[in-house]
């Protein structure tokens, strides 16, 4: 059964203290892995997409890397305004625009 | 350019009532999928409209239905909700022949809360 594993799924940082999320998925034939910023209340807001293992993606403070297994989101120097909940989505191969997301990692950055 | 819009932002029924909620993609988007996010879970997928016809469907009874308009307007119809079905209903739009690919780009929502 495909399905993805977020840890952990809180996590309290100071700002400037740099840390990794970590996302563990499980899939017949990785088609793409995807990671989402979403605000209380509101929609998913796209991060980043990777296809293969090996692959980086850098963005401001967020960078995330994928391998066989597991990706995972570094967040270098956060601040308060990169506190949210982040979001990991598989779609296995042969799906029509199936996300599997896992239930997210809560993030809160304090000055 | 404007994202994906949804409508209504909030909604209060109450059991055995009937919803509609409406989703307008990205322009140039062909393809419109719909989640339902109750709260401290992720986003979990009910359908996928590419192109007006269905091309996946989710773990969802049959009181979910949704249609796809020849503008790429999407509606989600719910019947004899439930209390279960109290959630955030999200719709998502992707340009599967673009150079985008599979990613999908979410919408702000509707608020279901059922009574």
């Known amino acids: 059964e495909d399905q993805v594993t977020q840890s952990p799924e809180a996590l309290r940082l100071q700002e400037g203290e740099s840390s990794s999320l970590n996302c563990s998925y499980t899939v017949s034939g990785l088609r793409g892995l995807f990671w989402y910023r979403q605000d209380p209340g509101k929609g998913p807001e796209f991060l980043f997409t990777?296809?293969?293992a090996g692959e980086e993606k850098e963005k401001e403070r967020l960078k995330a890397t994928l391998t066989k297994k597991e990706s995972f989101l570094h967040i270098t120097a956060p601040k308060p305004e990169d506190s949210a909940t982040y979001l990991c989505?598989?779609?296995?191969?042969?799906?029509?625009?199936?996300?599997?997301f896992g239930k997210g990692t809560k993030l809160s950055v304090k000055p | 350019d404007a994202g994906v819009t949804q409508s209504p932002t909030h909604l209060i029924k109450t059991r055995g009532q009937h919803v509609t909620l409406r989703c307008s993609p990205i322009s140039g988007h062909k393809s419109v999928s719909w989640y339902q996010q109750v709260l401290g879970q992720g986003p979990q997928f009910i359908f996928q409209y590419y192109e007006k016809e269905e091309r996946g469907r989710g773990n969802f009874p049959d009181r979910f239905s949704a249609r796809q308009f020849p503008n790429y307007s999407s509606e989600l119809n719910v019947n004899a909700l439930l209390l279960g079905d109290s959630a955030l209903y999200l719709c998502a739009s992707l340009n599967p022949s673009g150079r985008e690919g599979e990613t999908q780009y979410f919408g702000p929502g509707t608020r279901l809360l059922v009574l």
């Open positions: 989505a598989v779609q296995a191969g042969g799906s029509q625009g199936n996300l599997i």
């Open positions: 990777l296809y293969s």
